[in-house]
């Protein structure tokens, strides 16, 4: 094998295990937070990023008829940080 064949495949094997490494990229970013207080963000940021966060959330807020999400959170993308009572409010609407 000539030196550059050698490299080609290593090229190959790295690209092709990149890839198989990154199965969420197709989900969008992941979440802004590291720590989370609640199952339910948890759980959808694990699964599908800060989209399925979103998607989440926006759930949520139909079903306790909160209007604005902004009601919570002081700034939406990229951070998404909450206000000083975001969470209070948050357990108090039923969510966990
Ligand atoms: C009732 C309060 C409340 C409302 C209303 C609310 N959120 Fe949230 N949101 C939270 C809390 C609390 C967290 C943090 C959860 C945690 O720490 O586990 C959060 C986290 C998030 C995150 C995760 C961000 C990250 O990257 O870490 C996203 C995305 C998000 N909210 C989007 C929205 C959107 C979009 C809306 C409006 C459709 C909305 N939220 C309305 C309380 C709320």
Redesign the pocket.
């Given at each position: 094998m000539t030196r550059l064949a050698v490299f080609g495949s290593i090229v190959t094997i790295v690209g092709a295990l990149t890839f198989a490494g990154m199965p969420s990229s197709e989900a969008g970013d992941p979440?802004?937070?590291k720590?989370?207080?609640?199952t339910?963000?948890?759980n959808a940021?694990q699964q599908g990023g800060?989209k399925a966060?979103?998607d989440a959330?926006?759930a949520?807020?139909k079903d306790?008829k909160?209007k604005?999400?902004k009601?919570?959170?002081t700034q939406?993308a990229p951070?998404?940080e909450?206000k000083a009572d975001?969470?209070e409010?948050?357990k108090k609407?039923g969510?966990s």
């Open positions: 979440c802004a937070r720590d989370f207080k609640t339910l963000v948890k940021c800060q966060a979103k959330m926006k949520f807020m306790k909160i604005d999400c009601q919570c959170h939406l951070t998404y909450l975001g969470f409010q948050f609407a969510g």
